[in-house]
Every structure is written in structure tokens, then in C-alpha cells.
């Protein structure tokens, strides 16, 4: 069994025990986690434009992702232990019996939308004269020298996310993970599935930067232009929050990629 499994193995099972009704869980010291929360953006919808629409990213915060918060707020209504856990903290627990079964679907799709959407929309920025000028190919030290070591150089990994991006038969997602001994991948998922998930497929490795594919990020621009959406995605791709997202998730601190705590 793989490190990261075997760590959501116990996690889980302290999980299952409180769900289960015998001495629920303690909620985490901090905020309280119920109802999760959808925060503000750091940027305004139309920011990424012309690359992504104002109305795409307004329908795709505001109905979309806000439809996720709501729908998984309410599949974990009548279980307490559930709703001590940070969206974080449920992603190793999805995919295991620890998730009542009568509501395993629900918190898949919606907790897994809510995970994924707050990495998606963390992770881009308003686009600029120089991000265009210099094809937003620039990238920051750390985060730019695991790429190269990994993939040889930038428009090397370019390629192969792409190609990725474009693989996933219908709805979907592009990830670019950090497992925990370092070493980044590509990786894809469907639905709103994300490599954090347990299951015989997932790695477990920690998503640092993630690329929506479903057609609700680009239909309204793009139509059926998948490769255009991709292309033009990359130039808004918030590069100083990728490697403060590699540096987080190497320093196991990964719960700082999805909060917009100090956004
Ligand atoms: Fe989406």
C-alpha cells in the first residue's frame, strides 16, 4: 500500500469510526467547517479577458461551482463527523467506506467539484500585456526547475498537458501533481474526481495546478474548440501561486493550495 494510502487507511478509519456513531470526531480547532464556505475571488470575472469570458467565469463561480458548495452542504447535513472535515480533509476519505453509502456519490461529485474549482480558479490570474508578450512562459525559479528536470523544459510539458487536457473523453480534468516523494506528474480524472481520491487509479499525489475541461469552462467562447480553450488557458496560468503551490505541497502544507485565506 502506497504512503499516501496507507495515511488516508488510518485517517479514514478514525473517520468511519465517528461516522459510524461512537465517539464522533472532535472539529478541528480552527473555524468551524459547516457549511463550507464559498469564498470571493481575488479578481474579477472579466479578468482573464478575451482568453475566458466574463459571462463563462461569472456562470461558472456564481452557478457552477456555487451549485457543488450547496449540494454537498446538503448531502452531509445529517452526518456530524462529516461536517468537522475541511473539503480538504475529505478528499482521502472519498472512494472509501468511511462516506455513508447512501451519499458516497454526492460528496464525490460535489466535494470533489468544490476541491477542484477552488484549485481551478486559484490558480488563474487577470491576464496581462506581459503575460501575453512573453506567452506566460516565464516561470519562477522552483517550481521552473522541477519542470525542466522533469520534463526537459517548459514547452516539453506544455505539450504533454496539453495532450492530456485533450485526452479526457468527456467531462473532466488535467492535473499537474506533486507526489510525495517530490516528483511531479500529469494526470487526469473524470467528473469531478481528482487524484486525492482513493482508488486503485489515483496516485494520491497532491494536484498543483489543475485545468477544467468540462465544457461548462469554455462552451460560451469556444464551443467544441477544446485545443483553443487549452492554448488560450495557459496565458492566464497564475505561475508565482503554482510554485507556491509545489513549495506547499513538498513542505506538507497542502491544505494552503486551496484556501483563499489570504487571497
Ligand atoms: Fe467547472
Given at each position: 500500500m502506497k504512503m499516501a494510502h496507507l495515511l488516508s487507511a488510518l485517517a479514514v478509519a478514525m473517520l468511519a469510526t465517528s461516522v459510524q456513531g461512537q465517539a464522533p470526531a472532535p472539529a478541528p480547532a480552527s473555524a468551524a467547517t459547516y457549511p463550507l464556505q464559498q469564498p470571493a475571488l481575488p479578481y474579477q470575472f472579466w479578468a482573464q479577458e478575451p482568453l475566458i469570458d466574463n459571462m463563462t467565469q461569472m456562470l461558472h463561480w456564481t452557478k457552477h461551482t456555487a451549485t457543488y458548495f450547496e449540494n454537498v452542504n446538503k448531502a452531509i447535513k445529517p452526518f456530524p463527523a462529516l461536517q468537522a472535515l475541511t473539503v480538504e480533509q475529505m478528499m482521502p476519505a472519498i472512494g472509501t467506506e468511511s462516506i455513508p453509502m447512501n451519499i458516497s456519490k454526492a460528496v464525490r461529485n460535489n466535494a470533489g467539484g468544490v476541491y477542484n474549482h477552488l484549485l481551478f480558479f486559484k490558480i488563474l490570474m487577470p491576464a496581462t500585456a506581459q503575460s501575453n508578450a512573453t506567452n506566460n512562459s516565464a516561470l519562477p525559479a522552483n517550481i521552473g526547475q522541477a519542470i525542466n528536470q522533469t520534463f526537459g523544459n517548459y514547452t516539453v510539458f506544455k505539450k504533454n498537458f496539453t495532450e492530456a487536457a485533450l485526452s479526457v473523453f468527456?467531462?473532466?480534468?488535467?492535473?499537474?501533481?506533486?507526489?510525495?516523494?517530490?516528483?511531479?506528474?500529469?494526470?487526469?480524472?473524470?467528473?469531478?474526481?481528482?487524484?486525492?481520491?482513493?482508488?486503485?487509479?489515483?496516485?494520491?499525489?497532491?494536484p498543483i495546478l489543475g485545468i477544467d475541461v468540462w465544457e461548462h469552462a469554455y462552451y460560451l467562447k469556444r464551443q467544441n474548440r477544446r485545443p483553443e480553450y487549452i492554448e488560450a488557458w495557459f496565458y492566464v496560468v497564475n505561475w508565482p501561486q503554482i510554485d507556491a503551490n509545489y513549495m506547499a505541497a513538498t513542505g506538507s502544507n497542502a491544505a494552503a493550495i486551496t484556501s483563499y485565506a489570504s487571497a
Amino acid at each position: 500500500m502506497k504512503m499516501a494510502h496507507l495515511l488516508s487507511a488510518l485517517a479514514v478509519a478514525m473517520l468511519a469510526t465517528s461516522v459510524q456513531g461512537q465517539a464522533p470526531a472532535p472539529a478541528p480547532a480552527s473555524a468551524a467547517t459547516y457549511p463550507l464556505q464559498q469564498p470571493a475571488l481575488p479578481y474579477q470575472f472579466w479578468a482573464q479577458e478575451p482568453l475566458i469570458d466574463n459571462m463563462t467565469q461569472m456562470l461558472h463561480w456564481t452557478k457552477h461551482t456555487a451549485t457543488y458548495f450547496e449540494n454537498v452542504n446538503k448531502a452531509i447535513k445529517p452526518f456530524p463527523a462529516l461536517q468537522a472535515l475541511t473539503v480538504e480533509q475529505m478528499m482521502p476519505a472519498i472512494g472509501t467506506e468511511s462516506i455513508p453509502m447512501n451519499i458516497s456519490k454526492a460528496v464525490r461529485n460535489n466535494a470533489g467539484g468544490v476541491y477542484n474549482h477552488l484549485l481551478f480558479f486559484k490558480i488563474l490570474m487577470p491576464a496581462t500585456a506581459q503575460s501575453n508578450a512573453t506567452n506566460n512562459s516565464a516561470l519562477p525559479a522552483n517550481i521552473g526547475q522541477a519542470i525542466n528536470q522533469t520534463f526537459g523544459n517548459y514547452t516539453v510539458f506544455k505539450k504533454n498537458f496539453t495532450e492530456a487536457a485533450l485526452s479526457v473523453f468527456g467531462s473532466g480534468w488535467a492535473w499537474l501533481t506533486v507526489a510525495k516523494n517530490g516528483s511531479l506528474a500529469i494526470e487526469t480524472t473524470p467528473n469531478q474526481d481528482n487524484p486525492l481520491m482513493v482508488g486503485a487509479k489515483y496516485s494520491g499525489s497532491q494536484p498543483i495546478l489543475g485545468i477544467d475541461v468540462w465544457e461548462h469552462a469554455y462552451y460560451l467562447k469556444r464551443q467544441n474548440r477544446r485545443p483553443e480553450y487549452i492554448e488560450a488557458w495557459f496565458y492566464v496560468v497564475n505561475w508565482p501561486q503554482i510554485d507556491a503551490n509545489y513549495m506547499a505541497a513538498t513542505g506538507s502544507n497542502a491544505a494552503a493550495i486551496t484556501s483563499y485565506a489570504s487571497a
